[in-house]
């Protein structure tokens, strides 16, 4: 059965503001949206929720969980999952514990996750740790098989620029809806 798949990024996170003004890591571990990302939320909000959708399923990077919830909460069921986080490159995509997730997002569901459940070998003098890419490759080539094999028809998936570029071959802007077919 076809499925009707949608890629959401998540709105602009403090570190993509600092990034933009500077270039270079403000160390936003796991960065939350910035005031501007959160009126991106409200403003592309009646646009997501027009579209079809069985399950949103988001990554437990807080600026993913944001946008999520933002966007969807009262309106779909929202699920957590690790295997589309953000290409971890910088201090931004080093996440935090599923008890502090939970804490903070108690209406969603973190006990399934490994705590760690970002790529965590090997960090800097700065504490980053930057995630090979053949992590990457395996979660972006293992990804599309585990949205394919899902029940529902309808997705909607709240990610994360880097890992949606190298998904579906472009860059989406903060907050741009994608639809996509996987192969």
């Not at 959160?38 to 988001?58: S, W």
């Not at 969603?108 to 003098?125: G, K, Q, R, S, Y």
């Not at 972006?140 to 098989?145: I, T």
């Amino acid at each position: 059965m076809a499925k009707t798949i949608h890629l959401i990024r998540h709105a602009q996170s403090t570190f993509n503001a600092a990034w933009a003004e500077g270039g270079t890591d403000p160390f936003h571990f796991d960065a939350r949206l910035s005031p501007i990302g959160l009126r991106q939320v409200e403003a592309v909000r009646d646009r997501a929720r027009a579209l079809p959708c069985d399950v949103v399923i988001t990554t437990p990077l807080t600026r993913a969980l944001q946008t999520a919830t933002g966007l969807f909460s009262g309106h779909a069921r929202i699920e957590v999952e690790c295997l589309h986080r953000e290409w971890q490159e910088h201090s931004c995509d080093m996440g935090r514990s599923p008890t502090l997730l939970a804490q903070e997002f108690p209406d969603l569901a973190f006990d399934h996750l490994d705590d760690p459940w970002w790529h965590h070998e090997n960090p800097d003098a700065n504490g980053v740790v930057v995630e090979p890419m053949d992590s990457l490759y395996a979660r972006l080539a293992a990804f599309p098989r585990w949205l394919i094999a899902r029940p529902e028809t309808a997705i909607v998936v709240i990610g994360h620029g880097a890992f949606f570029s190298h998904l579906i071959g472009r860059d989406p802007a903060n907050c741009d809806i994608v639809a996509w077919q996987p192969a």
